[in-house]
């Protein structure tokens, strides 16, 4: 059985950067899209992005060019990039994971069957 944990978050100050980690076990990630998704107090869980096993990538416009999503399947690992952090990013965040063959793949919650336990991070001066 598939299960992911998070680690890397904590507190940075505005414009400074993170990266995130989601270590795999019990499956191997070759075939699996994962996505990172977040959750900020008293909103809904949103997409942040995605990649598939081919490599196809998408991001939510609001992080578009400031989060980079990688994974590394030596390492079972899929990894979130966060720079220029805002505020606004400050959230608990997921990693998700889910067996499909899509080139393309969908920011949305439904589509990922595997979830971490999140991580927190706090963007503040």
């Known amino acids: 059985q598939l299960q992911l944990v998070e680690s890397g978050g904590g507190l940075v100050q505005p414009g400074g950067s993170v990266r995130l980690s989601c270590a795999a076990s019990?499956?191997?990630?070759?075939?699996?899209?994962i996505g990172w998704f977040r959750q900020a107090p008293g909103k809904e869980r949103e997409g942040v992005s995605c990649?598939?096993?081919?490599?196809?990538?998408n991001y939510a416009r609001s992080v578009q060019g400031r989060f980079t999503i990688s994974r590394d399947n030596a390492k079972n690992t899929m990894y979130l990039q966060m720079n220029s952090l805002k505020p606004e990013d400050t959230a608990v965040y997921y990693c998700?994971?889910?067996?499909?063959?899509?080139?393309?793949?969908?920011?949305?919650?439904?589509?990922?069957?595997?979830w971490g336990q999140g991580t927190q991070v706090t963007v503040s001066s």
């Open positions: 998700a994971a889910d067996l499909g063959s899509s080139v393309v793949c969908a920011l949305s919650t439904g589509s990922f069957g595997s």
């Open positions: 019990g499956v191997t990630l070759n075939g699996y899209t």
């Open positions: 990649i598939t096993r081919l490599g196809f990538r």
